[in-house]
């Protein structure tokens, strides 16, 4: 109330206060904001690199002869690396006469070989994947209550629907005794990333066992003989 | 003919809603920024499909870079006020230290703690170390590579990698293996940190890779 009272008694005098502008400059301040945000978005890094988990069975003692696990032949796959990002594959013992086919790292190639050969736990696996995705899937079935209680209370429901699906995956893999056992072996001129190509194919084709061992002479033979069919 | 007059109008735009998005972009990427660390190396790493993500703390890393060298990182052992005073970094380089009789003062190995990976023969840390800048460190670098000396040697004749290896293990029991090749760098060279790290009784590793998209076809 006071002010106003003083208001009307200066708007009688002579002398006006001058009006401010309530604008302030702002260019300075955007220019500097404009800098720092640059800044930091050339130098943030968003996504946390990604990594592949490979476990390696322990080598086998070399004294001790009868840890010497002998794969199943019907059952072995072999997957040779050569040079120039070429895959090779064989079915059964490593001999000279071991049939050897060509094949690269396509989406036709060595993927399709591996899903048919795996057909038995890929379809097991797509089925459960398919299952949670539908409708009608309720978590509350499949899983214990307590234990879905309690981790109610940390995780959201997706992850622990997810988290479900990887265990069911893990069970369907170490129940498997049909699939292959892929043995990976590269000779010395193969590159990294091949490398790790192959073992990607590997968790593509949900491919259950597969261990990675050296090349043999005899392998390295029948790469050097393989003729084109 | 009467003038047509045009409207008097301020040159001044209204910056503030402008200035408001600024600001609120500004927060967001101060506060989810993390910094690339300076890596001794360029790698650029392969696809995978993996959407495991990489730990960062108690992991030890393998750089391998193109032409075969073996570059090595270790990071904190965790990110609380008493495992960062764990000084993990620094006890490793101490028994390093006195394995191949190096002597590191404890300014230099409190110096080690912040410093990130390095690719040279234990001999030649302490330079490394008491560098001033990034600049000195990659003429050090240079100077190695004239040498033939730069990156951590790993064959038989002087392995300490495999030395590496242990005292991080040794001081760390549970501290994880991560593997970050190029995708040019020979497997022969990976295989033989995997074989170095088997020896340890390392069975578990981590490749470090990017994400790839892929769409998985089962046939009919």
Same mark, same amino acid.
């Given at each position: 109330?006071?002010?106003?009272?003083?208001?009307?008694?200066?708007?009688?005098?002579?002398?006006?206060?001058?009006?401010?502008?309530?604008?302030?400059?702002?260019?300075?301040?955007?220019?500097?904001?404009?800098?720092?945000?640059?800044?930091?978005?050339?130098?943030?890094?968003?996504?946390?690199?990604?990594?592949?988990?490979?476990?390696?069975?322990?080598?086998?003692?070399?004294?001790?002869?009868?840890?010497?696990?002998?794969?199943?032949?019907?059952?072995?796959?072999?997957?040779?690396?050569?040079?120039?990002?070429?895959?090779?594959?064989?079915?059964?013992?490593?001999?000279?006469?071991?049939?050897?086919?060509?094949?690269?790292? @396509?989406?036709?190639?060595?993927? *399709?070989?591996?899903?048919?050969? %795996? #057909?038995?736990? =890929? +379809?097991?696996? $797509?089925? &459960?994947?398919?299952?949670?995705?539908?409708?009608?899937?309720?978590?509350?079935?499949?899983?214990?209550?307590?234990?879905?209680? @309690?981790?109610?209370?940390?995780? *959201?429901?997706?992850?622990?629907? %997810? #988290?479900?699906? =990887? +265990?069911?995956? $893990?069970? &369907?893999?170490?129940?498997?005794?049909?699939?292959?056992?892929?043995?990976?072996?590269?000779?010395?001129?193969?590159?990294?990333?091949?490398?790790?190509?192959?073992?990607?194919?590997?968790?593509?084709? %949900?491919?259950?066992?597969?261990?990675?061992?050296?090349?043999?002479?005899?392998?390295?033979?029948?790469?050097?003989?393989?003729?084109?069919? | 003919?009467?003038?047509?007059?045009?409207?008097?109008?301020?040159?001044?735009?209204?910056?503030?809603?402008?200035?408001?998005?600024?600001?609120?972009?500004?927060?967001?990427?101060?506060?989810?920024?993390?910094?690339?660390?300076?890596?001794?190396?360029?790698?650029?790493?392969?696809?995978?499909?993996?959407?495991?993500?990489?730990?960062?703390?108690?992991?030890?890393?393998?750089?391998?870079?193109?032409?075969?060298?073996?570059?090595?990182?270790?990071?904190?052992?965790?990110?609380?006020?008493?495992?960062?005073?764990?000084?993990?970094?620094?006890?490793?380089?101490?028994?390093?230290?006195?394995?191949?009789?190096?002597?590191?003062?404890?300014?230099?190995?409190?110096?080690?703690?912040?410093?990130?990976?390095?690719?040279?023969?234990?001999?030649?840390?302490?330079?490394?170390?008491?560098?001033?800048?990034?600049?000195?460190?990659?003429?050090?670098?240079?100077?190695?590579?004239?040498?033939?000396?730069?990156?951590?040697?790993?064959?038989?004749?002087?392995?300490?990698?495999?030395?590496?290896?242990?005292?991080?293990?040794?001081?760390?029991?549970?501290?994880?293996?991560?593997?970050?090749?190029?995708?040019?760098?020979?497997?022969?060279?990976?295989?033989?940190?995997?074989?170095?790290?088997?020896?340890?009784?390392?069975?578990?590793?981590?490749?470090?890779?990017?994400?790839?998209?892929?769409?998985?076809?089962?046939?009919?």
């Amino acid at each position: 109330m006071a002010e106003i009272i003083q208001e009307e008694k200066q708007k009688g005098g002579k002398k006006r206060p001058k009006k401010h502008s309530t604008n302030i400059d702002m260019t300075p301040m955007v220019d500097l904001m404009c800098l720092l945000i640059t800044f930091f978005m050339l130098t943030t890094a968003f996504s946390k690199p990604k990594v592949m988990e490979i476990i390696l069975p322990e080598p086998p003692d070399p004294k001790d002869t009868s840890q010497q696990t002998e794969v199943d032949s019907s059952r072995a796959l072999t997957i040779l690396l050569a040079k120039d990002h070429s895959v090779y594959y064989y079915r059964g013992k490593a001999d000279i006469k071991a049939k050897l086919i060509k094949t690269d790292f @396509s989406d036709e190639g060595i993927r *399709t070989i591996l899903l048919k050969y %795996n #057909e038995a736990l =890929s +379809k097991k696996v $797509k089925e &459960l994947q398919e299952k949670v995705k539908e409708s009608t899937f309720k978590i509350d079935q499949v899983m214990d209550k307590k234990e879905l209680d @309690s981790l109610r209370k940390t995780n *959201t429901e997706n992850e622990i629907v %997810n #988290e479900y699906v =990887s +265990k069911e995956i $893990k069970k &369907l893999k170490a129940d498997d005794d049909l699939g292959p056992i892929v043995l990976i072996k590269a000779d010395e001129e193969v590159k990294y990333k091949d490398f790790v190509d192959i073992i990607d194919e590997m968790s593509i084709a %949900n491919i259950a066992r597969y261990a990675i061992t050296d090349i043999m002479p005899v392998e390295k033979e029948l790469i050097k003989n393989y003729t084109p069919q | 003919m009467p003038k047509i007059k045009l409207p008097h109008k301020s040159p001044h735009i209204d910056m503030t809603p402008m200035v408001d998005l600024f600001s609120l972009l500004l927060t967001f990427f101060m506060l989810t920024t993390s910094f690339k660390p300076q890596e001794a190396a360029v790698i650029d790493t392969p696809a995978s499909i993996s959407e495991k993500q990489a730990p960062d703390i108690n992991v030890m890393t393998f750089l391998v870079s193109k032409e075969g060298k073996v570059y090595f990182a270790l990071s904190d052992k965790g990110q609380t006020a008493s495992d960062t005073g764990f000084h993990f970094r620094s006890k490793v380089l101490a028994e390093m230290g006195k394995k191949y009789t190096v002597n590191f003062t404890p300014a230099q190995l409190k110096k080690f703690e912040s410093l990130s990976s390095f690719g040279l023969p234990v001999q030649y840390l302490p330079k490394w170390i008491d560098a001033k800048d990034q600049a000195e460190r990659d003429a050090l670098q240079a100077e190695l590579v004239k040498m033939k000396k730069d990156g951590i040697p790993y064959d038989s004749a002087d392995n300490q990698l495999a030395y590496w290896i242990f005292y991080a293990r040794s001081i760390s029991p549970s501290v994880e293996v991560q593997i970050k090749g190029d995708v040019d760098a020979d497997y022969k060279n990976v295989k033989e940190i995997l074989d170095i790290l088997q020896e340890k009784q390392v069975n578990k590793f981590n490749l470090t890779t990017n994400l790839e998209k892929v769409e998985i076809k089962l046939q009919k």
